[in-house]
């Protein structure tokens, strides 16, 4: 594919999609009725003492303590708030991004790379926060990760029960399964939740009112006496002591502050099956190791951290999914979707899209309101027609108002996006300072490996085969070429990476120059590096990690449905470890 040189863009205001980010506007209270066992760190004791100290309420933590509380005392710590007030819905996809406060559900992030990125600061996690697509990992990655495929498969359907729809699929979306079917990428699987070669329509955590469900439903199902939740709790180290007769030091609580900045302690109750648990994702769980004195030691000693174990592998092996999109512009009005259909081909690459990008530009309400636009919004994330850098609130309103100017079919369309399997490319997780509550810096290396970048170019080469298949042809205007549009999306803003202006545009500077995060990263606490095939920590005892920071590749083309089923299918072999006698 040669891209053309740069013409003046059609659509001056798409940029790429934001293909994981929903609003969740947080509640203090109103739900607290129905969830009697959650409270505000603020009201919880100085001193408390649990049989499990999970830590991170997330798309892992969540599954895990409703297992876990089943039969025994279980507190889950999490320092974001609840998602239940005005459940987020389709219609509002983007809002999270644009909101960059200290309450904010979505805690951005810049890599070292120059990708925008978001980390979840609330209880359910990033399962608050995606397109709410599910699809379960293939039956290769089972085995190789070692599970027993029984409670790997009873653990999904626990969680397909709970929270996962079939989806209605509108014209687009019908549109681009039977384009990706035109362009090679077979055969029709339908309906499946299972990870297999070929186009699929996988499920959804929105249900048929478009209203999204979350890991935090899971806690619906746990017992509430032996469960407490405590929210905007920032665990700050994790204790330790030695023990006679135990070779490790000994995890034995934690510590946390509420929001006033009061440390509380949480100990383990005496018993040695009692144990402290790390899901605090793959930037959270690395970060808190580290900040506790489990890391490398070069690194710690650094930062001022006495060092309790020199783990150099700690925040290793770090990856992010590389996403490249492009924007398709519609001659007919087209509907709100999310990711529904997925072509996963034999290549390594993976095919979905996004559709009606005009949701969010506001109607009449009687009040008028800062215009969101959607995927357009300049106030969002990576996927603003400012670049990051420029986004004062002086030049968010000042493009908002251009943009209110302009004729709303500049906004109709949908995004194709490809995003590449593992990937092979990795980096690292390191501490910026002592503060628990700030980002780590984060490296991903995209496409540092050569495998990774040629898996993005044959994506793009099966985009351009969608784009003009017979199939789509409904949704693409009859005079523009490929090489418009590509051209087009390669001059939208999505990260901070410098661009190189050429007379033609290779598919891999496409794929470098325009790489996006889709929130699928993972790693920095690997099982065989950092945890055994348990999630135990190597060189200490009573301390597991159970997230995607455990992950040395993605699972399937979207990880939750895997994060949730581990933290289930670990809250059942932890209760079946604790009852052997």
Request: hydrophobic share 40%.
């Given at each position: 594919?040669?891209?053309?040189?740069?013409?003046?863009?059609?659509?001056?205001?798409?940029?790429?999609?934001?293909?994981?980010?929903?609003?969740?506007?947080?509640?203090?209270?109103?739900?607290?009725?129905?969830?009697?066992?959650?409270?505000?760190?603020?009201?919880?004791?100085?001193?408390?003492?649990?049989?499990?100290?999970?830590?991170?309420?997330?798309?892992?933590?969540?599954?895990?303590?409703?297992?876990?509380?089943?039969?025994?005392?279980?507190?889950?710590?999490?320092?974001?708030?609840?998602?239940?007030?005005?459940?987020?819905?389709?219609?509002?996809?983007?809002?999270a991004l644009a909101d960059t406060s200290l309450a904010s559900p979505a805690q951005r992030f810049?890599?070292?790379?120059?990708?925008?990125?978001?980390?979840?600061?609330?209880?359910?996690?990033?399962?608050?926060?995606?397109?709410?697509?599910?699809?379960?990992?293939?039956?290769?990655?089972?085995?190789?990760?070692?599970?027993?495929?029984?409670?790997?498969?009873?653990?999904?359907?626990?969680?397909?029960?709970?929270?996962?729809?079939?989806?209605?699929?509108?014209?687009?979306?019908?549109?681009?399964?039977?384009?990706?079917?035109?362009?090679?990428?077979?055969?029709?699987?339908?309906?499946?939740?299972?990870?297999?070669?070929?186009?699929?329509?996988?499920?959804?955590?929105?249900?048929?009112?478009?209203?999204?469900?979350?890991?935090?439903?899971?806690?619906?199902?746990?017992?509430?006496?032996?469960?407490?939740?405590?929210?905007?709790?920032?665990?700050?180290?994790?204790?330790?002591?030695?023990?006679?007769?135990?070779?490790?030091?000994?995890?034995?609580?934690?510590?946390?502050?509420?929001?006033?900045?009061?440390?509380?302690?949480?100990?383990?109750?005496?018993?040695?099956?009692?144990?402290?648990?790390?899901?605090?994702?793959?930037?959270?769980?690395?970060?808190?190791?580290?900040?506790?004195?489990?890391?490398?030691?070069?690194?710690?000693?650094?930062?001022?951290?006495?060092?309790?174990?020199?783990?150099?592998?700690?925040?290793?092996?770090?990856?992010?999914?590389?996403?490249?999109?492009?924007?398709?512009?519609?001659?007919?009005?087209?509907?709100?979707?999310?990711?529904?259909?997925?072509?996963?081909?034999?290549?390594?690459?993976?095919?979905?899209?996004?559709?009606?990008?005009?949701?969010?530009?506001?109607?009449?309400?009687?009040?008028?309101?800062?215009?969101?636009?959607?995927?357009?919004?300049?106030?969002?994330?990576?996927?603003?027609?400012?670049?990051?850098?420029?986004?004062?609130?002086?030049?968010?309103?000042?493009?908002?108002?251009?943009?209110?100017?302009?004729?709303?079919?500049?906004?109709?369309?949908?995004?194709?996006?490809?995003?590449?399997?593992?990937?092979?490319?990795?980096?690292?997780?390191?501490?910026?300072?002592?503060?628990?509550?700030?980002?780590?810096a984060v490296t991903f290396n995209y496409f540092q490996e050569a495998e990774d970048l040629e898996?993005?170019?044959?994506?793009?080469?099966?985009?351009?085969?969608?784009?003009?298949?017979?199939?789509?042809?409904?949704?693409?205007?009859?005079?523009?070429?490929?090489?418009?549009?590509?051209?087009?999306?390669?001059?939208?803003?999505?990260?901070?990476?410098?661009?190189?202006?050429?007379?033609?545009?290779?598919?891999?500077?496409?794929?470098?120059?325009?790489?996006?995060?889709?929130?699928?990263?993972?790693?920095?606490?690997?099982?065989?590096?950092?945890?055994?095939?348990?999630?135990?920590?190597?060189?200490?005892?009573?301390?597991?990690?159970?997230?995607?920071?455990?992950?040395?590749?993605?699972?399937?083309?979207?990880?939750?449905?895997?994060?949730?089923?581990?933290?289930?299918?670990?809250?059942?072999?932890?209760?079946?470890?604790?009852?052997?006698?």
């Amino acid at each position: 594919m040669a891209l053309g040189r740069a013409r003046s863009p059609t659509l001056v205001l798409a940029a790429a999609v934001l293909g994981a980010l929903c609003v969740v506007a947080l509640s203090e209270d109103e739900q607290l009725e129905n969830l009697r066992f959650v409270q505000h760190a603020q009201d919880a004791p100085l001193v408390s003492h649990y049989n499990y100290i999970v830590v991170g309420g997330g798309t892992s933590g969540c599954p895990l303590a409703a297992t876990l509380s089943e039969h025994s005392r279980v507190l889950l710590l999490e320092r974001g708030g609840l998602p239940y007030r005005n459940m987020s819905n389709q219609e509002h996809f983007t809002d999270a991004l644009a909101d960059t406060s200290l309450a904010s559900p979505a805690q951005r992030f810049v890599s070292t790379d120059g990708v925008v990125n978001a980390r979840a600061r609330v209880l359910g996690g990033g399962s608050c926060l995606n397109a709410g697509f599910y699809t379960r990992a293939s039956n290769e990655y089972v085995r190789t990760a070692g599970w027993d495929a029984g409670l790997v498969n009873s653990s999904y359907r626990w969680v397909e029960r709970a929270l996962v729809f079939r989806p209605d699929v509108p014209p687009w979306q019908a549109a681009l399964r039977d384009a990706l079917l035109e362009a090679g990428v077979t055969p029709d699987n339908g309906f499946t939740f299972d990870h297999v070669t070929g186009t699929k329509i996988g499920g959804t955590i929105f249900d048929n009112s478009g209203q999204r469900h979350t890991a935090a439903d899971f806690l619906r199902h746990a017992r509430p006496r032996r469960l407490t939740v405590v929210l905007y709790a920032t665990v700050s180290r994790i204790l330790f002591r030695s023990q006679e007769g135990v070779p490790y030091p000994v995890a034995y609580g934690v510590v946390f502050a509420d929001p006033l900045g009061v440390q509380h302690r949480v100990y383990l109750r005496d018993g040695g099956k009692n144990e402290v648990i790390l899901s605090a994702g793959t930037l959270g769980s690395p970060q808190l190791l580290m900040l506790s004195g489990v890391g490398p030691q070069a690194h710690l000693e650094a930062h001022g951290i006495q060092v309790l174990v020199d783990q150099p592998m700690v925040g290793q092996g770090v990856a992010d999914n590389p996403m490249n999109s492009v924007f398709i512009p519609s001659p007919v009005p087209v509907g709100l979707s999310l990711v529904q259909v997925v072509g996963i081909t034999k290549s390594g690459s993976f095919i979905e899209g996004v559709s009606g990008s005009e949701f969010g530009i506001p109607v009449s309400d009687g009040a008028r309101r800062l215009a969101s636009f959607g995927l357009f919004s300049p106030q969002t994330g990576q996927l603003g027609t400012l670049p990051p850098g420029q986004r004062t609130p002086e030049a968010l309103q000042r493009a908002a108002e251009a943009m209110r100017r302009l004729d709303r079919r500049a906004f109709r369309g949908g995004f194709i996006l490809e995003k590449i399997l593992g990937p092979v490319s990795t980096g690292h997780i390191e501490l910026r300072s002592t503060d628990p509550r700030a980002n780590p810096a984060v490296t991903f290396n995209y496409f540092q490996e050569a495998e990774d970048l040629e898996r993005c170019v044959r994506g793009i080469q099966t985009i351009e085969r969608v784009i003009q298949s017979r199939a789509f042809s409904n949704f693409t205007y009859a005079n523009t070429t490929v090489e418009s549009i590509f051209t087009d999306s390669a001059n939208f803003p999505v990260n901070l990476l410098p661009r190189h202006v050429n007379d033609s545009r290779s598919p891999e500077q496409y794929c470098r120059e325009t790489v996006m995060t889709i929130w699928h990263y993972h790693g920095g606490c690997h099982v065989g590096a950092v945890v055994d095939d348990n999630y135990r920590v190597f060189g200490v005892r009573g301390l597991r990690v159970i997230d995607s920071s455990t992950f040395r590749y993605s699972p399937g083309t979207n990880p939750q449905a895997t994060v949730m089923m581990l933290g289930r299918y670990m809250g059942i072999k932890i209760q079946a470890e604790r009852w052997r006698k």
